[in-house]
């Protein structure tokens, strides 16, 4: 199962077993984008599950869609204003 728009994750149910896995693809740039650092991320989604512990969640890395999802995060230093204004500013 993919979400409708193809941006954000892919739901995989395990046959025949009560878990699935929620598979979040993302490619990281941007000069903060260290390897350290991506793998802080990664290493964190690992320990996310949802409360019934059925859930478990990888962030992926890579520049690579997979089956047609790619998330792109730039851990560039600084504030984007170019796709997010300022506090109050509509």
Partial sequence: MVDPTG???????DAGKST???VIPVH???SGATTER??????RGMTL????GTTNVIVMST???????????DLSPGLDHTNFGDAGRA
């Fill in 7 to 13: 941006t954000d994750a892919l739901w995989i149910r």
């Fill in 20 to 22: 699935s896995t929620l």
């Fill in 28 to 30: 990281f740039t941007g």
């Fill in 38 to 43: 991506v793998q802080a991320i990664v290493s």
């Fill in 49 to 52: 599950q949802n409360e019934s």
């Fill in 63 to 73: 520049d690579t869609p997979v089956n047609g999802v790619l998330n792109q995060m």
